[in-house]
């Protein structure tokens, strides 16, 4: 069974860090692209990084640039989001997805981890 577990949110003050895990079961993660997604209270989706299957090229929003970083350990089989210097505006649910390639549809999601930013 395909399967994507997100881990590693929760509470943290504003300026902390948070790593966070998206671990594969039933499948290869080498052979996908992952992306790291966001969704906030009444606000959509939002891509938040990804890394490639081919090269580990790596993308991010701009919101995010500098202060986060995407990983992937091929042997854990599991891609890693590296959060700093977090903002209350980070707040969100985060979710893991799959990819044929950065920018594709995504196929499989995670269940999503919440992430609070708040003093």
């Known amino acids: 069974q395909v399967q994507l577990v997100e881990s590693g949110g929760g509470l943290v003050q504003p300026g902390g860090s948070l790593r966070l895990s998206c671990a594969a079961s039933g499948f290869t993660l080498d052979n996908y692209a992952i992306g790291w997604h966001r969704q906030a209270p009444g606000k959509e989706r939002e891509g938040v990084s990804c890394?490639?299957?081919?090269?580990?090229?790596?993308y991010y929003a701009d919101s995010v640039k500098v202060r986060f970083t995407i990983s992937r350990d091929n042997a854990k089989n599991t891609v890693y989001l590296q959060m700093n210097r977090l903002k209350p505006e980070d707040t969100a649910v985060y979710y893991c997805?799959?990819?044929?390639?950065?920018?594709?549809?995504?196929?499989?999601w995670g269940q999503g981890t919440q992430v609070t930013v708040s003093s």
């Open positions: 890394i490639s299957s081919s090269d580990g090229s790596t």
């Open positions: 997805a799959t990819a044929r390639f950065c920018g594709a549809k995504y196929d499989y």
